[in-house]
């Protein structure tokens, strides 16, 4: 369970967090959405210690994370997906994964099983520079690197960004079955509101760096008001 | 080019001038008081502040960095140093003009394959060529002389400035004073015109090359030429400034100009402060004086001064000094709020460089 | 072929071969640091110069020479490490030209020092192995026990350090906080810690030169190391500073193109050589021989 509470940021004068406090719980998906700028990547990255805030705490089940050094949180069990995936093109495949496997205490090998079996095109890969990846075979790199060391957090920072639609679904899916099978606790950034909220547990909306909305997703999904002014989506 | 256009326009120059003009006449006004020797180094000083003064520019300015211009002093003071050697008889100003364009056609030739190059693989680049100079100088020895130097003797102190002086020691005292004289007024000039340059349409263009190059491609800066130009104008006052140096001496030797000197220029402009002309002239006044400020160290810690560790006493406090500058104020002695600050019309003319990039 | 092997040419390829395999360890030496903290480090050559220094001279020579040589490597990767964390730390984030200013200080203050403790002449290392060439059937071959020291040593060593980056885990770690140092702290990768290592390391690579060519004619003295840095920066400058293949194939042709100046010119024109090669590489290919990727930040 991740527990965030009074969580403020400053970018010299731009606030990008505001007072944000929620909690994630357990072997559930928390989505986090919000448009450009809302403060959605600043969120992630302040749990996972890269940006230290201005004030608030943050905590993994008893653990306070604020002021822990970025290796020392993933250490902990913290997956951290960035935006963008973060990648290593100049390392192949199978280099990414080891890297992925290196700080945690799981047998590598099966680790690596594990990861092909539940993403055979990276096992059909592995060999190969990730700058010959495309954007789809990227994102499940950059997932089953996170999830090698077996993290009991995932932070999913835009997966959906440049994939094609049913692609995202399918990701939308596995990340689902995932929270379900690991209890995990996962918390899912996204823009593409539709698709997060059909299988998150909860929803988080942000705007300018403050929390405006929190619930369940079914009912920040039903919420037309949320929908039209924040969400930009319009389900019909 | 441009700076020529904005060097009229500029409705300041005047009062640029007359700032110049009363530092130098004040400085000419010192040198009345001060003994022979204090006069020679001095005189150095004011050299070597001519060519910390173009580093400064190119550092603090265009943003490159150059430990070549060891090499360009060496470039500068051959060639003065072959003219006067050959032609005894030439006004001092055109050998001076003449190391100043050679020293700025060696910077050109070395820019053009540099500019695409940027910080580390810059240095770099410059630092092999000042290490290649010297020994090119021995190379060619027929035109310069070799191993054994050029020998020259163009500052003739003029009849009417002997007489100011008496008492035994008047023709040493005469000398030391014009050669000093000389240097201060060489360095006026050419602080005016860096000062100029620093306010000019140029310099504004080079501080956004340094500090942002997209925005000013997307303003129209063309930044290859606009690097190059930098280099150009280092190397030239570099050139000069070599000339200058080796006139004082009245020879000029490979080893006046090793690359150790090319550190020393360095250190001399972080520890004045990165383009600002009141740095530069502190670097030249801390080079002037660089040795007594040994000796002080030497006798305060009880260092033989011919000892192994006093012979490398200044060696070691100027790597130190340099060092501990950047780590702590990288905008050098300029940015400090002392009195010294004050006492060299501080407020530098130009903005401080707040970071180098 | 005893006549070919002792002929001119074959002297001049033996000894440009001997001279650049030098400059291709110190050049895949800048090219450690230069990967994992994008600095060139200027001090490279003087920091294995001092460790040379205290390894080979001040300790007492009846533990024989291969003590020497170890703890000569261990005091120039301790110096290396120390180095990263005391001046080069405080730098990061900083424009690229303070790190640069601060190891040329450090460059500066490590030769007077030297001069100041073990004087500016030259000190002669008794070499480990002989420098008498090579007689094949009364011809002289230009190659001796010593010449084939140096290349197996300097081959020794960067053939571990590929194995290294290649094989261990410690490698992938250094290569992936030098290419993606955030990812890397967000999968767990002590990068701060890499970056010690990769310093140290480095100045390990780098003591290892200092101590060949200190064991050869070249001897010790404060500045032995200048020319060999400038050398090599070139080096690795024409294989793009990206590439330890780049770095060891520049070394070689930087080596040989001096012994050929030399040889049929004059040894006063053999620093320009190296320049005009640079030049020539650079127009060939700005971001370096060996750089494969071509986007790179000059
Ligand atoms: N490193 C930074 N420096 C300055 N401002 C930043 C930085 N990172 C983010 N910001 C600002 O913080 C705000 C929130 O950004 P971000 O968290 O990236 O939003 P989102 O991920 O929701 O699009 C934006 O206004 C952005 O410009
Ligand atoms: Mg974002």
């Given at each position: 369970?991740?527990r ?101 205490k ?30 789809g075979?990227?994102?499940m ?66 705007h ?15 919420d037309?008001d949320?929908?039209?002014?924040y969400?930009g989506?319009?389900?019909? | ?12 120059t ?5 700032g ?11 040198t ?8 020679s180094?001095l ?51 055109f ?22 190059l940027?910080g ?21 020895s ?25 008492g ?34 140029t ?105 192994n ?24 002695i ?9 006492l ?14 | ?74 005091v ?79 081959m ?15 490698g ?124 790179r930040?000059?």
């Open positions: 369970m991740i965030v509470e009074g969580l403020s940021v400053n970018f010299g004068a731009v606030k990008a967090l505001r007072n944000v406090s929620f909690e994630a719980p357990t072997g559930q998906i928390t989505a986090v959405l919000g448009a450009n700028g809302a403060g959605k990547t600043t969120l992630l990255r302040t749990i996972s210690g890269l940006v230290s805030p201005q004030s608030g705490t943050i905590h993994l089940d008893d653990v306070a994370l604020v002021g822990m050094a970025t290796e020392n949180i993933a250490r902990l069990g913290v997956g951290h997906v960035p935006e963008g995936r973060g990648v290593i093109e100049e390392l192949t495949v199978e280099q990414n994964l080891r890297l992925g496997a290196l700080s945690s799981v047998n590598l090998n099966e680790g690596l099983e594990e990861q092909y079996a539940r993403f055979p095109v990276l096992g059909e890969r592995r060999r190969k520079y990730c700058a010959t990846l495309s954007g075979e990227r994102q790199l950059a997932m089953a690197r996170a999830l090698i060391a077996k993290p009991r957090v995932l932070l999913l920072d835009e997966p959906s960004l440049g994939l094609a639609p049913q692609v995202t679904s399918q990701l939308m899916k596995a990340i689902r079955k995932l929270c379900e099978t690991q209890s995990l606790t996962v918390i899912l950034v996204e823009q593409n509101a539709k698709s997060a909220l059909r299988i998150a547990h909860q929803a988080l909306v942000l300018l760096g403050s929390v405006v909305a929190i619930g369940d997703a079914s009912s920040v999904a039903d037309e949320l929908r039209r002014y969400l989506v319009v389900v019909t | 080019m441009d700076w020529w256009r904005s060097l009229r326009t500029q409705e300041t005047h009062s640029r001038f007359i110049m003009l009363s530092l130098t006449v004040l400085t000419l006004v010192i009345f008081f001060l003994p022979p020797v204090a006069d180094q005189a150095g000083g004011a050299a070597i502040a001519i060519v910390v003064l173009g580093l400064s520019w190119l550092t603090g300015w265009s943003g490159q960095i150059s430990l070549g211009n060891s090499g360009f002093m060496a470039v500068g003071a051959y060639a003065a140093g072959i003219w006067a050697h050959h032609h005894t008889s030439t006004p001092l100003v050998t001076l003009i003449l190391a100043l364009v050679v020293g700025g056609i060696s910077g050109l030739i070395i820019a053009i394959p540099s500019t695409r940027r580390p693989y810059l240095a770099g680049m410059t630092l092999a060529f000042s290490a290649a100079v010297t020994p090119l100088a021995q190379n060619f027929s035109v310069t002389g070799g191993e054994g130097g050029l020998f020259f003797n163009s500052l003739v102190t003029p009849k009417w400035f002997l007489h100011l002086f008496s035994p020691y008047a023709a040493i005292n005469a000398n030391a004073q014009w050669s000093a004289d000389l240097a201060v007024v060489v360095a006026g000039v050419m602080f005016f015109f860096m000062a100029n340059l620093f306010h000019s349409r310099g504004r263009a080079m501080r956004l090359v340094r500090d942002n190059d997209v925005a000013a491609e997307l303003m129209g800066v063309n930044l290859a030429r606009a690097r190059t130009s930098a280099f150009v104008v280092s190397a030239a006052f570099a050139g000069i400034g070599g000339a200058l140096y080796s006139l004082l001496q009245a020879s000029v030797r490979p080893e006046t100009f090793p690359i150790g000197l090319s550190i020393t220029l360095l250190t001399l402009m972080v520890l004045g402060g990165i383009g600002t002309l009141s740095g530069a002239v502190i670097g030249g006044i801390i080079y002037s004086f660089s040795t007594n400020l040994v000796a002080h160290v030497n006798s305060l810690t009880g260092v033989n001064p011919t000892s560790v006093g012979a490398n006493m200044q060696g070691m406090i100027f790597s130190v000094l340099l060092i501990v500058t950047m780590l702590f104020a990288p905008r050098g300029v940015s400090l709020k002392t009195p010294l600050r004050r060299f019309r501080a407020r530098p003319l130009a903005p401080a460089a707040k970071e180098v990039h | 072929m005893s006549v070919f092997l002792s002929s001119p040419l074959m002297h001049n390829i033996f000894a440009g071969f001997a001279q650049g395999i030098i400059y291709s360890l110190v050049a895949l030496s800048l090219v450690i640091i230069w990967q994992s903290t994008h600095v060139l480090n200027f001090a490279q050559g003087a920091m294995a110069m001092i460790a040379t220094y205290i390894g080979m001279t001040e300790i007492d020579r009846g533990i024989g020479y291969w003590w020497c040589v170890i703890i000569s490597v261990v120039g990767m301790t110096l290396g490490g120390v180095t990263e964390r005391v001046l080069i730390r405080p730098l990061y984030g900083k424009p690229e030209i303070n790190p640069i200013v601060v190891m040329i200080g450090f460059l500066g203050f490590l030769e007077a020092l030297a001069a100041a403790i073990w004087t500016s002449t030259t000190r002669n290392i008794a070499e480990p192995f002989s420098q008498i060439y090579f007689k094949s059937n009364g011809h002289l071959v230009f190659l001796s026990s010593f010449v084939i020291f140096q290349i197996v040593l300097a020794g060593i960067m053939l571990s350090v590929a194995a290294l980056f290649r094989f261990t885990k410690l992938l770690q250094l290569r992936a906080s030098a290419l993606a140092p955030e990812v890397s702290r967000l999968l767990g990768v002590r990068v701060s810690r890499m970056l010690t290592i990769g310093w140290t390391l480095s100045a390990g690579v780098g003591a290892i030169a200092a101590v060949i060519i200190a064991s050869g004619n070249f001897g010790l003295f404060p500045a032995n190391m200048d020319g060999i840095f400038v050398a090599s920066f070139i080096a690795a400058a024409v294989g793009g500073l990206e590439s330890p293949l780049g770095a060891v194939a520049g070394g070689l042709i930087i080596g040989l193109t001096e012994q050929f100046i030399v040889a049929y010119w004059s040894p006063d024109v053999a620093p320009l050589g190296g320049i005009i090669i640079l030049v020539i590489a650079l127009m060939i290919r700005p971001q370096g021989l060996f750089t494969k990727n071509t986007i930040r000059v």
